[in-house]
């Protein structure tokens, strides 16, 4: 019976140990949205905390907003300088970072329709000279 149980533990704590690796290594892809990366994180800490892991709400606050992706480093500075980490909720990061894809996302569905309406207007010559090319009025 004591063998058992210290065979459990240790496989609990090896569990554990890999977990704690993925949590760290953890990061967001290109090309993953918000709630695909909070899901994928979120997952991995509640499976620290069935193997007994006492990870906080700030600690997963913490790791989600140094592990983002390039274009969210503005928005992630602004978060940590306008809010007070230590107090904020994973739900109030996830809908901070949702409403900032959400407007990413806007922006490139306008440039796309920009590219396709201005598709085969374009002379290559000066811009917005009506074919003149030349610098000045005349």
Known sequence: MKQ???GSTKVKRAQLQALR????????????????????????ANKMKIQ????????????????MTEKFNYVVC???????VGTLTIDQLQSSL????????????E?????????GKFTGRGRGRSGR??????
């Open 4 to 6: 058992k149980c210290q």
């Open 21 to 44: 690796r993925e949590f760290e290594v953890l990061g967001m892809k290109e090309g993953e949205t918000v709630n695909e990366y909070f899901s994928r994180t979120l997952v991995i």
């Open 52 to 67: 007994g892991e006492a990870i906080t709400e700030t600690s997963i606050v913490e790791k989600i907003l140094r592990s």
């Open 78 to 84: 602004s978060i940590e300088e306008s809010n007070d």
């Open 98 to 109: 949702l409403v900032h894809e959400q407007r990413m996302r806007g922006y490139k569905e």
């Open 111 to 119: 440039e796309q329709a920009l590219k396709v309406s201005n598709s």
């Open 133 to 138: 090319g030349g610098r000045g009025r005349g």
